[in-house]
């Protein structure tokens, strides 16, 4: 179920930094009623071999704003909207729940009203859709080199690699919520991306390399309203690979 969010600030714009993903996220964690959910979801996840899912993404913040490059903030003027989705009915209908009994959050040390909370239940039922991504798409790999140091090499669109990642960790996402393998595969062509589509985005002292754009997907329908809930490619829950259906 995908949330729909639209907030604007109780005494005025709302200014964030301009990399304000943790802040989200740690929203997200204090908005859940339960502490058990919050705790399993940010502590255990759901697992597979050696990988941890939240099966959970969002969106980045939408609406009119102004971006100072100096300060390296961005302050939204008015209305704002923000986007949460997750495969998970609990956590849909507790984030949902207590946002509109709150009506009133803090953000960035800023009161916050809650103005609406849209709930959508999508089920794709094509076999191939056409996608835009609300938040920035990444893949990577992470090594060791010679002198023992890890370096993460993110991989573009472009790159050879890009769609087996994206279907690699597809497959373990699914198979860590369903404890089944998928029986389709997930195939993943950019449509119109471009450089400036890239994105560095720093989530707390990480500095991490995604991509928006627009792409085609292919898989079965089932396969590709499950990705819709859960975000393509990988740190969903820190607010990376969230799309929309384009038309929509």
């Known amino acids: 179920m995908r949330l729909t969010i639209t907030m604007n600030g109780r005494q005025g714009p709302v200014s964030l930094p301009l990399h304000y993903q943790h802040l989200l ?38 609406g ?8 390296k903030t961005i302050r939204f003027l008015d209305e704002f909207q923000w986007h949460i989705d997750t ?14 009994l709150r009506r009133e959050i803090w953000l960035y040390d800023q009161p916050v009203e809650v103005k609406s909370v849209k709930m959508d239940k999508v089920e794709i039922r ?4 056409e996608v835009a991504m609300l938040s920035p798409l990444t893949v990577y790999s992470t ?17 050879e690699v890009f769609p087996h990642l994206i279907e690699l960790n597809f497959r373990h996402k699914y198979q860590a919520y369903y404890g089944v393998p998928p029986v389709e595969r997930l195939s993943i062509q950019p449509v119109h991306v471009h450089q400036r589509h ?3 985005t720093l989530f707390k002292d990480m500095y991490i390399t995604g991509w928006l754009g627009h792409y085609r997907l292919s898989s079965s329908p089932e396969q590709l309203t499950f990705l819709y809930h859960v975000g393509l490619g990988s740190r969903n829950s820190q607010g990376f690979g969230m799309f929309c259906l384009t038309g929509k």
């Open 25 to 62: 996220q740690g929203l997200l964690y204090r908005s859940l009623e339960s502490k058990q959910l919050a705790t399993f979801l940010h502590e255990i996840g759901f697992r597979h071999e050696k990988r941890s899912f939240k099966l959970f993404t969002f969106s980045r913040l939408f």
């Open 64 to 71: 009119r704003h102004e971006v100072d490059r100096v300060k």
């Open 143 to 159: 090594y060791e080199t010679i002198d023992r140091r890890k370096k993460t090499h993110f991989f573009g669109p472009n790159d």
């Open 198 to 200: 890239r994105v560095v």
């Open 126 to 129: 094509q076999s191939t859709i």
């Open 87 to 100: 495969i998970l009915p609990e956590l849909t209908e507790q984030l949902g729940q207590q946002l509109l």
